[in-house]
């Protein structure tokens, strides 16, 4: 096991109407971890706006120095984007695993 997050299990785009550049992200996965850990959402970096209009973020974990056996658990995360750019037709979160992709 190398702590790590093995599954994306459900994602959640949520947009304000009240202010149209915010977004929110909530993601639930499962990691396999044996050390204290916060999950997070790691935003990938463009240069140029992709063809397809996904935003992309990787799932990971960020560990801390305690230690505990080896469990497999449920972790979430919200991540939120306070000025999302116009390209942005779809969310892609990436897990070790797999992947899930939300339309926005």
Request: net charge negative; glycine share 0%.
């Given at each position: 096991m190398n702590d790590k997050i093995r599954y994306v299990d459900r994602i959640q785009v949520v947009k304000d109407n009240q202010e149209p550049g915010l977004m929110t992200i909530k993601a639930k996965g499962t990691a396999d971890i044996r050390i204290l850990s916060n999950p997070v959402l790691v935003p990938r970096e463009y240069a140029e706006a992709p063809e397809d209009g996904i935003y992309e973020l990787d799932f990971q974990l960020s560990p801390t120095k305690e230690q505990f056996t080896e469990i497999e658990m449920e972790v979430n995360v919200i991540f939120r984007i306070g000025k999302v750019p116009d390209w942005v037709r779809a969310v892609?979160?990436?897990?070790?695993?797999?992947?899930?992709?939300?339309l926005v």
């Open positions: 892609k979160i990436n897990a070790s695993d797999n992947a899930d992709i939300e």
